[in-house]
């Protein structure tokens, strides 16, 4: 009898194989190879990128920009960030962070305030009025999943990003980069946030800004506090390693939901040449 039991049970395990574990595949947001340190390092990632510039004289509520898109439609739609300039600065201060996002499988739009004298609470606005045009009216509305999006800025846009991700709790990921806002306290923030101060930054030190911003965020939220190195106020201006690899894997963890990235992140970076200090909490998405 057992040897009959035995029999059928090695039938039954060639008639219907062990369902396969889990895996990273099944998740519908992943775009792009397995990143490695080299791919996240990158100037640019797997996708080719195109872009389109938006008039402020065709949208209301924020000053026009430029989208950077992955030109493939084969892996259909992507989350989308939009990114704010600071105080007194234009789209093109934070530009080169456009096609570097877009490449590694993001919809990026790279903003214009309306004017340059705008503070963050303005600002957080305008970063939500850009991801409503990019989402509802903008020509590459159909490559964008409108419920993956995010929002990062420098500066008075990154105070900004704090005042969009305030007001707008889906929005499933926030970078503030050397981020100045009045405001210091941000307990009411629900979305994922990587905080990014400088060191050596004069205008919005960390002791009163970034920091401040990040231990006020929820404990329980997913957060990180990112301090460069020999870096100042305005080192998010050009490109940086650093800025793209922590946003990047920041970035495709939450707006994609890839755990792929959890390694970048999590055990907690050490101190560095161009890290000074990094907090965060793990494991992520706990």
Not at 63 to 73: E, L, R
Request: glycine share 8%; aromatic share 8%; with cysteine.
């Amino acid at each position: 009898m057992k040897r009959h039991i035995a029999a059928a049970a090695a039938l039954a395990s060639l008639a219907f194989p062990a369902a396969p574990a889990a895996t990273a595949a099944d998740n519908p947001y992943q775009r792009g190879p397995a990143p490695t340190v080299a791919s996240i390092e990158a100037a640019r990632g797997s996708y080719a990128v195109s872009q389109t510039s938006v008039s402020s004289l065709a949208v209301t509520g924020f000053g026009g920009g430029t989208i950077h898109y992955p030109t493939s439609t084969s892996d259909g739609t992507f989350g989308a960030v939009a990114i704010s300039p600071g105080f007194t600065a234009y789209e093109s201060s934070i530009s080169w962070l456009g096609p570097r996002l877009a490449s590694q499988g993001f919809v990026v739009f790279t903003i214009d305030t309306l004017t340059t004298l705008d503070q963050p609470d303005s600002r957080g606005r305008q970063l939500l009025a850009a991801l409503d045009y990019l989402t509802q009216r903008s020509s590459v509305r159909g490559r964008v999943d409108a419920s993956r999006l995010g929002v990062m800025g420098h500066s008075m846009g990154g105070g900004g990003t704090l005042e969009a991700a305030k007001s707008r709790p889906s929005l499933k990921a926030a970078i503030p980069l050397t981020g100045w806002n009045t405001d210091k306290t941000w307990p009411e923030i629900s979305t994922p946030t990587l905080v990014v101060g400088a060191d050596g930054d004069t205008i919005a030190p960390v002791a009163t800004h970034s920091e401040p911003f990040y231990e006020s965020l929820p404990a329980s939220l997913d957060k990180a506090y990112l301090e460069l190195n020999g870096a100042t106020h305005f080192t998010p201006n050009s490109s940086d390693t650093t800025i793209a690899k922590y946003s990047v894997s920041w970035l495709k963890r939450f707006i994609d939901d890839d755990t792929r990235y959890d390694q970048f992140l999590c055990p907690l970076p050490r101190p560095s040449l161009t890290i000074e200090e990094y907090r965060g909490t793990c494991p992520l998405g706990s």
